[in-house]
């Protein structure tokens, strides 16, 4: 199983970024996809899933409105597009797989490499 995550890099205060996370080796359409971040010095925290057929979302409260989680069966691809994007979004990104619909990261079994976003104020 891989999980292959890109489209980080650096930007200002307010602008957008999106990111993808393409899997392979496993059944995509089972799996609930997710994505995490680590800022550096905290812990990883949950940011935003997405149920197995994408009608199902949560997202954590410091990313409401601001962020979407989306997923492209065909492609096997699930994305992140992050709006007015603020210095405290800074961190690193996994995307993630689990057979549950869940917000901690002890119920993801695989999980990416990571993509750094970095936005300054």
């Known amino acids: 199983v891989q999980l292959q995550a890109s489209g980080g890099g650096l930007v200002q205060a307010g602008d957008s970024l999106r990111l993808s996370c393409a899997a392979s080796g496993l059944t995509f359409s089972i799996y609930v996809m997710a994505w995490f971040r680590q800022a550096p010095g905290k812990d990883r925290e949950f940011v935003a899933a997405?149920?197995?057929?994408?009608?199902?979302?949560n997202y954590a409260d410091s990313v409401k409105g601001r962020f979407t989680i989306s997923r492209d069966a065909p492609k096997n691809t699930v994305y992140l597009q992050m709006n007015s994007l603020k210095p405290e979004d800074t961190a690193v990104y996994y995307c993630a797989a689990s057979r549950k619909f869940a917000a901690v990261s002890y119920e993801y079994v695989y999980w990416g490499q990571g993509t750094l976003v970095t936005v300054s104020s």
């Open positions: 997405i149920g197995y057929s994408g009608r199902s979302t």
